[in-house]
Structure formats: structure tokens, C-alpha cells
């Protein structure tokens, strides 16, 4: 799995690695820090369908 860090503390991480999981927290062996993750995967998955819904509802109020 591979992290991207964003800020001291958290990182982004994929779906495959949190195994589903929205969050969570993992201790890194090397440094003994205890990061929380982001499933960017999931993230950008309900972006996405927020984005169709809101278009969508944009679509029926534009409809004659």
C-alpha cells in the first residue's frame, strides 16, 4: 500500500490497502508513528455519486 502524506499524522491510502475501511489508524514500524488514513478511493467514489445525484436533480428541475 502506498501513502501520500498530507499533513503530520494523517495520510491518503487505497481501497485495497484499508480493505474498505472509510478510516484508519495504523502504527508505521519504521518511525513508531500512529498515522490515520483516508480511503481515497471511497472518498472520490461518493464525490462522484454526490456530484451525479446533484446533477441529476438539476436535470429534472430544467425539464419542461
Known amino acids: 500500500m502506498h501513502e501520500f502524506s498530507l499533513k503530520a499524522g ?3 491510502g487505497r481501497d485495497s490497502g484499508l480493505k ?3 478510516t ?3 502504527l508505521i514500524s519504521d518511525t513508531g508513528e500512529t498515522i ?3 480511503n481515497i478511493d ?3 467514489s461518493d464525490f462522484l455519486s454526490h456530484v451525479e445525484g ?5 436535470k429534472t428541475r430544467k425539464a419542461p
Open 42 to 44: 471511497r472518498l472520490v
Open 20 to 22: 474498505g475501511a472509510y
Open 36 to 38: 490515520t488514513l483516508l
Open 10 to 12: 494523517y495520510a491518503i
Open 54 to 58: 446533484l446533477l441529476a436533480r438539476a
Open 24 to 26: 484508519d489508524t495504523q
